[in-house]
């Protein structure tokens, strides 16, 4: 399974902005498909969860404001993120998950100015 995300970028604080994570390869094992991310000198932290049901999952300082989606026509696994806060400068990275092994995309930048 490859992942390619993209769409960040540099946005003004209550700006949006939308990520777009290309998936290939054989994805019949997939059990969820998250979006994670990493500010500077913190840990990787879960962001959003869509499963292969269409069931989501937010971590509490995005919901309202981030919404994960999956486009099986375009093979991508989306983030649309409305209301951003500095607080949410970071690479964020796709991730699609199977039972043993976890597969990870390249990072795009996401700053938000205040």
């Known amino acids: 399974v490859q992942l390619q995300a993209s769409g960040g970028g540099l946005v003004q604080t209550g700006g949006s902005l939308r990520l777009s994570c290309a998936v290939s390869?054989?994805?019949?094992?997939?059990?969820?498909w998250r979006w994670y991310r990493q500010a500077p000198e913190k840990q990787r932290e879960l962001v959003a969860t869509?499963?292969?049901?269409?069931?989501?999952n937010y971590a509490r300082f995005v919901k309202g404001r981030f919404t994960i989606s999956r486009d099986d026509a375009k093979n991508t696994v989306d983030l649309q993120m409305s209301d951003l806060k500095p607080e949410d400068t970071a690479v964020y990275y796709c991730?699609?998950?199977?039972?043993?092994?976890?597969?990870w995309g390249r990072g795009t930048q996401v700053t938000v100015s205040s």
């Open positions: 991730n699609a998950r199977e039972r043993v092994e976890s597969h």
């Open positions: 390869g054989d994805i019949s094992k997939i059990i969820y």
């Open positions: 869509i499963d292969t049901h269409g069931d989501t």
